[in-house]
């Protein structure tokens, strides 16, 4: 195990290198200089090339991008002052810290994902199983049918409705916001219950499908007859044989959904008004700010990666099918 988690984990930082020398020499092909964005509208030459030395930007492209990197990991001297590890420099809109604003907003994407994960993933998993359970049944086609709809709708358009209804016209659900959960649970509870709700309904009609499919499939398998064959009840070889086969594969798609929701739910983030990692990364690419684009991009990817790396473990542990080399 050992072995393979110091392997996987070497891949992943080549993975993350490769992200973060892609994104910043793409970001150099677009027609915007971002020198003068830091200027602002009424900037005179003399303005401009004193920015341009402050942030770095007079030197060639290949040695920012190592500066860039040697920052991440030693921190980094700017004109303003030095910047302590991990340093993704500063902001060329507001000149604050990249680092500082990513910690600022990532609590905000971090509530919001680990809730809503939770809420479809046991929502998910046990409407799924109890379709398999009762499969041919009016309960397992009220539920596929149910779930085939719900795979159908998108966040943007069940965001907008149900602020209508349940804020504007009810008025039983409070607008949701972002409050810290040291500052009280439960207005950090309301604030996001309602982007939980609806974050969870898309996902929940994925995992309520692929776990019926799956507990039906390791229903078939010759081993889970075997159990039928010796006397076992049926609830034994529901969940001790059939359920440890099935949930391999969901705790795959999990960990790389829980990933990358922790990189930034964009859109959910939009349409509920809340300042997290994707509004965030919308904003930097629309102003072309590098460093936090930059900042966003490795730290995004980073929660991928690791999430991806804890899963195959995870996946080793529940299927004593798989070897690690």
Same mark, same amino acid.
């Given at each position: 195990?050992?072995?393979?988690l110091?392997?996987?984990?070497?891949?992943? +930082?080549?993975?993350?290198?490769l992200?973060s020398?892609?994104?910043?020499?793409?970001?150099?092909?677009v027609p915007?200089?971002?020198?003068?964005l830091?200027?602002?509208?009424?900037? &005179?030459?003399?303005?401009?090339?004193?920015?341009?030395?402050?942030?770095?930007?007079?030197?060639? +492209?290949?040695?920012?991008? $190592?500066?860039?990197?040697?920052?991440?990991?030693?921190?980094r001297d700017?004109?303003?002052?030095?910047? *302590?590890?991990?340093?993704?420099?500063?902001?060329? /809109?507001?000149?604050?810290?990249?680092?500082?604003?990513?910690? &600022?907003?990532?609590p905000?994407?971090l509530?919001?994902a680990?809730g809503?994960? %939770?809420?479809?993933l046991?929502?998910g998993?046990? +409407?799924?199983?109890?379709?398999? $359970?009762?499969?041919?049944? $009016?309960?397992?086609?009220?539920? *596929?049918?149910?779930?085939?709809i719900?795979?159908s709708?998108?966040?943007?358009? /069940?965001g907008?409705?149900?602020?209508? $209804?349940? /804020?504007? =016209?009810?008025?039983?659900?409070?607008?949701?916001?972002y409050?810290?959960f040291?500052a009280?649970p439960?207005?950090?509870?309301?604030g996001?219950?309602l982007?939980?709700?609806?974050?969870?309904?898309?996902?929940? %009609?994925d995992?309520?499908r692929?776990?019926?499919?799956?507990?039906?499939?390791?229903l078939?398998?010759?081993?889970?007859?075997a159990a039928?064959?010796k =006397?076992?009840s =049926?609830?034994t070889v529901?969940?001790?044989?059939a359920w440890?086969? %099935? #949930?391999?594969? #969901?705790v795959?798609?999990f960990?790389? &959904?829980l990933?990358?929701?922790?990189g =930034?739910?964009?859109i959910?983030?939009?349409?509920?008004?809340?300042?997290?990692?994707?509004?965030?990364?919308?904003?930097s690419?629309?102003?072309?700010d590098?460093?936090?684009?930059?900042?966003?991009?490795?730290?995004?990817?980073?929660?991928?990666? /690791?999430?991806? +790396?804890?899963?195959?473990?995870?996946?080793?542990?529940?299927?004593?099918?798989?070897?690690?080399?």
């Amino acid at each position: 195990m050992l072995r393979f988690l110091t392997r996987r984990t070497l891949g992943a +930082i080549v993975i993350l290198v490769l992200i973060s020398a892609i994104t910043f020499f793409l970001f150099f092909a677009v027609p915007s200089e971002p020198a003068r964005l830091a200027c602002g509208k009424n900037c &005179d030459p003399e303005s401009l090339a004193l920015i341009k030395q402050n942030l770095g930007l007079d030197q060639p +492209i290949p040695v920012q991008y $190592w500066k860039f990197m040697v920052g991440i990991v030693a921190g980094r001297d700017f004109a303003v002052g030095h910047c *302590s590890a991990p340093c993704f420099g500063y902001s060329f /809109v507001n000149n604050e810290p990249v680092w500082d604003t990513i910690v &600022d907003r990532f609590p905000t994407t971090l509530s919001l994902a680990v809730g809503g994960a %939770a809420v479809f993933l046991l929502f998910g998993v046990g +409407i799924g199983m109890i379709a398999a $359970w009762r499969r041919g049944t $009016w309960a397992d086609k009220l539920v *596929s049918s149910l779930s085939l709809i719900g795979s159908s709708l998108q966040v943007y358009f /069940v965001g907008v409705v149900c602020l209508a $209804w349940f /804020v504007s =016209g009810l008025g039983i659900l409070e607008q949701p916001a972002y409050h810290p959960f040291t500052a009280g649970p439960g207005a950090w509870f309301k604030g996001l219950l309602l982007p939980w709700l609806v974050l969870s309904l898309i996902f929940l %009609a994925d995992y309520t499908r692929m776990t019926r499919s799956q507990m039906v499939e390791q229903l078939q398998e010759e081993h889970v007859r075997a159990a039928r064959a010796k =006397g076992l009840s =049926g609830r034994t070889v529901f969940f001790r044989y059939a359920w440890r086969g %099935a #949930i391999a594969p #969901i705790v795959t798609i999990f960990g790389i &959904d829980l990933g990358s929701l922790l990189g =930034g739910a964009m859109i959910t983030e939009y349409t509920f008004t809340l300042h997290g990692m994707g509004r965030l990364a919308v904003e930097s690419v629309q102003l072309t700010d590098l460093p936090m684009l930059m900042g966003v991009m490795l730290v995004s990817a980073a929660a991928i990666v /690791v999430f991806n +790396i804890l899963v195959d473990a995870v996946y080793a542990l529940i299927d004593p099918r798989v070897r690690l080399a």
